[in-house]
T-cell receptor, first 107, second 116 residues
Framework: KNEVEQSPQNLTAQEGEFITINCSYS?????LHWLQQHPGGGIVSLFM???GKKKHGRLIATINIQEKHSSLHITASHPRDSAVYICAPYNTDKLIFGTGTRLQVFP | GAVVSQHPSWVICKSGTSVKIECRSL??????MFWYRQFPKQSLMLMATSNEGSKATYEQGVEKDKFLINHASLTLSTLTVTSAHPEDSSFYICSARQGLTKNIQYFGAGTRLSVL
């Protein structure tokens, strides 16, 4: 079993839909990154959080340390949100990467 | 936000040659840099952790003599793939971390290596 599980693996949506991507992990962590990887490969860190909730524009990330679970939400999704979203918890000073969720948003 | 520049973004080389990839932190001092490899449709895999002025720490299964890492300054780390073979073809990504903000990593744009 992977230490980091993301669901769903693939997700398609119509423009404007509310998107939720879930991440569960089995190891103890100090913090967790949500990353966005575009088709060209470049990676952008969307959030780093260790408790509660963070919001940036249309993106919201939440984490429940006790339940070892984090979610990434995208409100009013747009085709430019199409990318792979990766959950990456910090464990023993290293990032552990989930397999990613491939999101496609159609106009 | 902090910027990490990775160069080149794409390289093709012949089997047996060596390829050097650079990772620079442009507006901060990176005490630690990480090198990752990603195969198509797979997750990132940590290859090694590089601390400025000291030897890199390689993950299990990564050949240190094949993947030479140098972190000679607080803004530059290099990864050299020596005697490259087609199976080394992959996407290589670096990230950098400031000393005081241990949980935040800034990623380079990646280097796509194709070995013919």
């Amino acid at each position: 079993k992977n230490e980091v599980e993301q669901s769903p693996q693939n997700l398609t949506a119509q423009e404007g839909e509310f998107i939720t991507i879930n991440c569960s992990y089995s190891v103890g962590i100090s913090a967790l990154h949500w990353l966005q990887q575009h088709p060209g490969g470049g990676i952008v860190s969307l959030f780093m959080l260790s408790s509660g909730k963070k919001k940036h524009g249309r993106l919201i990330a939440t984490i429940n340390i006790q339940e070892k679970h984090s979610s990434l939400h995208i409100t009013a999704s747009h085709p430019r949100d199409s990318a792979v979203y990766i959950c990456a918890p910090y464990n023993t000073d290293k990032l552990i990467f989930g397999t990613g969720t491939r999101l496609q948003v159609f106009p | 936000g902090a910027v990490v520049s990775q160069h080149p973004s794409w390289v093709i080389c012949k089997s047996g040659t060596s390829v050097k990839i650079e990772c620079r932190s442009l507006d901060f001092q990176a005490t630690t840099m990480f090198w990752y490899r990603q195969f198509p449709k797979q997750s990132l895999m940590l290859m090694a952790t590089s601390n400025e002025g000291s030897k890199a720490t390689y993950e299990q299964g990564v050949e240190k003599d094949k993947f030479l890492i140098n972190h000679a300054s607080l803004t530059l780390s290099t990864l050299t793939v020596t005697s490259a073979h087609p199976e080394d073809s992959s996407f290589y990504i670096c990230s950098a971390r400031q000393g005081l903000t241990k949980n935040i990593q800034y990623f380079g744009a990646g280097t796509r290596l194709s070995v013919l």
